[in-house]
Nanobody, 128 residues
Framework: VQLVESGGGLVQAGGSLTLTCEAS????????IGWFRQAPGKEREGVAC???????????KFEDSGKGRFSVSADFAKGTASLHLSNLKSADTGVYYC???????????????????WGKGTQVTVSS
């Protein structure tokens, strides 16, 4: 399994970004994708997740600070998952990673120990 993130960058507070995770040798319908953020000097924390089956998203979850601002989508045919970030704040700054949980489940989770494979991350910097 290979996961490659893209879409990070520098954005002003209040702006938006879309991060994309391209998955190879992993079917989005066979597990879950999680998004995690690691800020300098802090532990990696869960931001959002989605589980999929039958070309639709079964479950999605968001960290409390992202509710109402973040959303997820997937293109099952292309094998890509996206995290849409809006109304960004300086606290959203960090390296964003996508990860795959290679087990079918109706539910996804923000616990990083659930995930089997990780991408190398993409930097998001929000300037105030």
């Amino acid at each position: 399994v290979q996961l490659v993130e893209s879409g990070g960058g520098l954005v002003q507070a209040g702006g938006s970004l879309t991060l994309t995770c391209e998955a190879s040798e992993f079917d989005l319908e066979d597990g879950a994708i999680g998004w995690f953020r690691q800020a300098p000097g802090k532990e990696r924390e869960g931001v959002a997740c989605m589980s999929g089956a039958d070309t639709r998203i079964l479950d999605r979850k968001f960290e409390d600070s992202g509710k109402g601002r973040f959303s997820v989508s997937a293109d099952f045919a292309k094998g890509t998952a996206s995290l849409h970030l809006s109304n960004l704040k300086s606290a959203d700054t960090g390296v964003y990673y996508c990860a795959s949980e290679n087990r079918r489940s109706d539910n996804c989770g923000l616990d990083r120990t659930r995930y089997d494979y990780w991408g190398k991350g993409t930097q998001v910097t929000v300037s105030s």
